[in-house]
């Protein structure tokens, strides 16, 4: 079927900005665990004997989780992921940054994929903490199935941004605005990690849905995980502002398939959204 003028504008865009972002090799250079760790599930997480995949399940008894092996301060994070199928209702598939200081000032960047029923979109949560800080969310619908193959996620945390990533897609940048009040992560090392786990209260549906155990174990796979310093030779994209096909790209992203915005939520700041949602 032939493409609308508009759709093959948008697909030879995405197209291109992925060539130029750069997304994970189609195959990895070495093993997954080189540079991740499942840390916790009782078995519940694996590593295939390829090394080419790391598996989390969830029963009713445990989810399991992995950590990066080393710490970063400013770095790009890409993996690969296939989310949990069929009903996910109640799982939530994780990646992201945590520093490992006290809680009360921790930094953090999340992507939490919050499952949903058989044929119902999963929702990608966002959100940024700085010094304790957090409520800064942002979710997004996909524009594809992240149950039948695996999607390239990124976070790319520099000094100048934080940016997210899907399929080489930027869908939400967060700002360095410290010298203008606005908390940034930018003092703490932080290290990644990623869980599967169960969370029925709250992630389907504001916790309507519940989980259903008769479809458990529930399974997420991870492949093509790179991260790299800021200061790494050779590492693309770090600091540089989003040129315009990258910025009319996450337009399109945030236009189409973004949900919710905590800077839109006017019931939730009456006396006005945080100083941060009007800066440029």
Not at 44 to 58: A, I
Not at 172 to 195: C, I, W
Request: glycine share 10%.
């Amino acid at each position: 079927m032939a493409l609308s003028s508009r759709a093959c504008v948008v697909v030879l865009l995405l197209l291109g900005l992925c060539a130029a972002i750069g997304l994970p090799a189609a195959a990895a250079a070495g093993r997954i665990d080189d540079g991740l760790e499942v840390t916790w599930g009782d078995g519940r997480g694996s590593v295939s004997p390829d090394g080419q995949e790391l598996t989390l399940s969830l029963d009713r008894t445990s989810g399991s989780g992995f950590r990066s092996r080393d710490t970063y301060l400013f770095a790009r994070a890409d993996v690969q992921i296939k989310l949990v199928p069929n009903n996910s209702a109640g799982t939530v598939t994780t990646f992201y940054f945590i520093s490992e200081g006290p809680w009360d000032v921790h930094d953090e960047v999340d992507l939490e994929f919050l499952g949903n029923v058989t044929g119902e979109p999963y929702t990608l949560h966002t959100n940024v903490f700085a010094n304790g800080n957090g409520g800064k969310e942002q979710q997004f619908h996909l524009w594809f199935d992240p149950t039948t193959d695996f999607h390239a996620y990124s976070i790319e945390w520099t000094q100048q941004h934080i940016l997210v990533l899907v399929d080489g897609t930027p869908i939400r940048e967060f700002k360095n605005h410290a010298d203008r009040g606005v908390a940034y992560p930018s003092t703490q090392r932080m290290r990644l990690y990623g869980s599967l786990w169960d969370a029925e209260d709250w992630a389907t549906q504001g916790g309507r849905v519940k989980t259903d155990w008769s479809q458990a174990p529930f399974v997420a796979r991870y492949r093509n995980f790179t991260a790299a310093d800021a200061s790494s030779t050779g590492t693309r994209g770090y600091g540089q502002q989003l040129d315009a096909a990258a910025q009319q790209a996450m337009k399109w992203a945030r236009d189409n398939y973004m949900v919710y915005d905590y800077c839109a939520d006017g019931k939730r700041f009456p006396q006005g959204v945080p100083p941060e949602c009007s800066m440029p």
